[in-house]
């Protein structure tokens, strides 16, 4: 379901059911964890939490960080990681910002700009990985630190505003326009807030990327075992480099919808927020080690989360429990992934 | 190749060195010129990054006082520390730090002060007494301002709703102190809710929504900093209540969406100044390197923000464009 399996699990005859139903949990895990969210959700606070207003919020406040998972999943899936997407996310966001506020520039000028921009210093995160061999773990997080010191230089650790007003005392017909792309209570045709859309579209286009193409493909090929990638003819290079440049891309266009939702780029913007990226793909059944996971189990990762964020807060949950709960879940959610675990309590070896 | 490398590398040693080396003071005889150095805690908060550049307009007040490139703590007492002993090492003639945290940089202030280098500490104290002047706000004040004027805003009583800081920041703590104490006098008044907000706008947003979806009515939100109060803002006009709700912030930045701006437009009921002390800070760094006489310990008042005085505000406190 949420897993790609390379090769169905060996089972040993005598093997005991529990383990076999514990591997059934692991591929369903994602489903189970969204159906409990939502069971304590509408259990304790029912109509006030499954109203579309309320889903919505929560969805929407989410959607940047769920963008940049969707890119994280995708260099996860080829045996890397991008620990770099917050800092991009901040600088497209800065990059919004000023192209709004100094040069007036339509939206539809901006998110161009701001995804080359992002997709720029993705390319140079794969090329790092790619060519200088330098792992990405260490490469992003280079570029983490870098990417963030241009964005506080550009904007002199000032925060810029989106909410640009002409002479009249009203705003730009640009900035006006751009407000659409998720300052709350702005919606597409009065309807469908940006964020959620958008989310959602991204999610969809590299699910089918993922499943439909031959890059796809090759993406999971990488992951799984790269020598033998090679040895059948895949660039592994290539590939390499172009999830990164996605990642990176991705995030650019994250930028503009996170600073459309403050009303403002600020110069923090996006901090941190790797790791809800990186949250959300685990706990959606990616696998750190390459090959396994899917855009599906992202998706619904990034849902568990947002949506376990807004019950544990129309439920008054202290910050605090908050930070320690989310933390459970990632862990209960990578060892559901692990049947072996079982074995190793039995005293068996893990092979 | 390896030669080349080695090469380049020492030049750019040297290079390192010799900007970090300030001018040799008073060797040359007839006019001294002071090197001061100073270390910020973290250049990446507006407020900071605001102090930052007062701080260097108002010294370039004084010809004879040359600051050195302000070194960037990013949060971490560790480097803090390191930046301050490496200021000792240059024999700066004064220093100023902004302490991350207190107790960390005690030690390194008594060094500076064992070494009879002049220490001006500004906007958080350390713990102990060797050094020369103490400049900062008071943010339990400022708290209490702000709860006077919800008191004020909120004549009948009502509901309001706190945004904080980060829960481990001393200026968090106060401010809340303050709000409460005096909020006290009028026991209509019931804080109904509070989180923290960290003192970022796009985390304030989601919380705010939260709380409209789960009190049926909400009077006032005060905000720790004026970033939150406005994200708080944005997710009741979305909702169609802004009008319904007043919204108190602190920090009151001269800056395009900063919070004296949010007064004028009427997005914010009012926002108080907490000063940067950048000016008294500079006159006190004049003072002491020409022997004068200083206060030890200089505590800033604030300046409430209201529609009246906030076009003038703006201007008193705009530096852009001046430096």
């Known amino acids: ?351 | 190749m390896k030669k080349t490398i080695t090469i380049a590398l020492c030049a750019l040693l040297a290079a390192a060195c010799a900007s970090k080396a300030p001018a040799p003071s008073a060797s040359s005889g007839e006019k001294k010129k002071f090197v001061v150095g100073y270390s910020q805690s973290n250049n990446a908060e507006p407020y900071r990054a605001q102090l930052n550049l007062q701080l260097q307009h108002f010294l370039k007040k004084y010809p004879d006082i040359e600051l050195l490139p302000i070194a960037d703590a990013k949060q971490s007492s560790a480097t803090q520390v390191s930046q301050v002993q490496n200021f000792i090492t240059q024999k700066v003639d004064a220093l100023i730090v902004s302490p991350t945290e207190p107790a960390p940089l005690t030690a390194a202030v008594q060094q500076a002060c064992d070494a009879k280098i002049p220490v001006i500490v500004l906007d958080r104290t350390v713990n102990t007494d060797c050094y020369t002047a103490f400049i900062g706000g008071d943010n339990v004040l400022i708290g209490r301002k702000a709860g006077e004027e919800a008191v004020r805003l909120l004549p009948d009583g009502g509901n309001i709703v706190e945004l904080r800081g980060i829960m481990s920041n001393q200026p968090q703590i106060d401010r809340d102190k303050g709000f409460r104490e005096a909020v006290a006098a009028n026991p209509k008044i019931r804080i109904i809710a509070d989180r923290e907000g960290k003192w970022l706008k796009e985390q304030a947003t989601p919380i705010m929504q939260q709380w409209l979806a789960q009190h049926q009515q909400i009077d006032l939100v005060y905000g720790h900093n004026d970033p939150m109060a406005l994200g708080a803002y944005l997710a009741a006009q979305a909702a169609g209540k802004a009008d319904k709700i007043k919204f108190i912030g602190i920090d009151g930045l001269a800056i395009p969406d900063g919070g004296i701006r949010a007064v004028q437009l009427g997005q914010l009921s009012a926002t108080f100044i907490y000063p940067t002390g950048a000016q008294e800070a500079a006159d006190t760094v004049n003072k002491i390197l020409h022997g004068q006489p200083v206060e030890k310990k200089q505590v800033l008042g604030t300046t409430q923000v209201t529609k009246d005085n906030a076009a003038e505000l703006y201007k008193q406190f705009d530096l852009s464009g001046q430096n």
């Not at chain 1, 390379?6 to 489903?31: D, F, I, K, M």
């Not at chain 1, 807060?313 to 559901?336: C, E, F, T």
């Open chain 1, 1 to 351: 379901m949420t897993t790609v399996k390379t090769a169905p699990p060996v089972q040993a005859p005598g093997e005991s059911r529990v383990r076999r139903a514990l591997s059934a949990l692991g591929a369903a895990q994602a489903y189970i964890g969204l159906v409990l969210v939502l069971a304590v959700g509408i259990a304790t606070k029912g109509e006030m939490f499954l109203n579309e207003t309320n889903l919505t919020n929560a969805i929407g406040a989410f959607a940047s960080r769920g963008i940049l998972a969707v890119g994280v999943t995708l260099v996860i899936l080829t045996g890397g990681i991008d620990l770099s997407v917050g800092s991009l996310l901040g600088i497209a966001s800065m990059t919004a910002a000023m192209m709004l506020a100094k040069f007036s520039l339509e939206p539809w000028q901006i998110v161009p700009i701001c995804m080359v921009v992002g997709a720029l210093f993705g390319f140079l995160n794969g090329a790092g990985t790619a060519w200088l061999r330098i792992q990405s773990f260490v490469m992003t997080l280079a570029m983490l630190s870098v990417v963030r010191g241009l964005d506080r230089q550009v904007s002199d650790n000032v925060s810029v505003g989106t909410q640009i007003a002409g002479p009249d005392g009203k705003l730009t017909p640009q900035a006006e326009a751009f407000q659409l792309f998720g300052t709350p209570g702005h919606n597409l045709f009065d309807r469908i807030y940006y964020p959620v859309l958008a989310f959602i579209v991204v999610c969809v286009i590299f699910h089918l990327i993922l499943t439909k193409t031959r890059f796809g493909r090759h993406v999971y090929a990488v992951g799984g075992n790269p020598t033998a990638a090679r040895l059948s003819g895949v660039n592994v290079t290539a590939v390499t480099i172009a999830v990164f440049t996605l990642s990176g891309m991705l995030a650019g266009f994250a930028g503009p919808i996170d600073a459309a939702y403050s009303a403002s780029a600020d110069p923090q913007a996006g901090q941190s927020f790797e790791l809800d990226a990186i949250a959300a793909a685990v706990i959606g059944g990616a696998s750190l080690a390459g090959g396994k996971g899917t855009i599906a189990g992202t998706f619904v990762g990034a849902l568990i989360l947002t949506l376990l964020d807004n019950v544990l807060g129309l439920n008054a949950v202290s910050d605090n429990w908050q930070l320690v709960i989310k933390g459970l879940i990632v862990v209960v959610a990578v060892v559901l992934q692990r049947p072996d675990l079982f074995k190793i309590f039995r005293g068996g070896s893990r092979s």
